[in-house]
């Protein structure tokens, strides 16, 4: 038997995304008192969310999932048994599909969503699509998703590989670009900790130029460089046989990829 219908909303799972998650509802004004989390880890929560480490009593009107995708089945199931059903189920689960989630919950509406990192303080990117949205519940799904950072519809459920690969794990690359120009900017001198902020203060800059000019960021790139001058010199490195392009490429079809496989798993 199912349990009646609940409110407010389940966020199952607390670790890096949804943590992230938590932070941006909170940041942005959503009560926490209207948000339980569900982690065995029993992780800690902004004061007024509650916490629990198993399936609470009653039913959320709006339940999250945002553990690992391996974990999927285990927790569908715990759903199952303790009969809980939900207007609105929203994953994030890499990989993961719609019609997948459709078969293992209970639910009136499924949704897919692939925010990532940033979100936590409001500038992340949230890829979202769901088979079934009309205009209303695309309307209520960007105002969950918006205080997160950029929230946009995809139209082929098919493209979160690419999604994925590009804004879902393109944090990690970008702190591991930031790295490698910090690194670089020590071996050449400059004290290490001194090198980081620089590094973290060059891409921060950077990327708030490029969002507020208008222009690509090719252009950019190239008016930085005078004919003759440092960043030509340096730019002439990347771009031989298009190495930073190749590089960037490969590493996200490598993302994509795995996000490929993670789907043939859930769906077996």
Known sequence: MSRPAGTGIWLVGCGNMGG?????????????????????????????????????????????????PQLLEPVARQFADAGVSVRLLISVLAGVEEAVLADAFDAGRVVRAMPNLPGSIGQGVVAMHAADADPAARSEIEALMRPLGLAEWIEDEGLFHAVTALSGSGPGFVYRFIEALAGAGEALGLPADQAQRFAIATVEGSAALAHSSGEAPGVLADRVASPGGTTRAGLDVLDDGDAMKRLVHDTLSAAARRSAELSEIARK
């Open 20 to 68: 992230a998650m938590l932070r941006g509802w909170i940041a942005s004004g959503v009560p926490a008192g209207s948000i339980t989390v569900i982690d065995p880890q029993l992780p800690a929560a902004p004061d007024g969310v509650a916490v629990a480490a198993a399936i609470p009593d009653g039913a959320p009107d709006i339940l999250v999932l945002a553990v690992k």
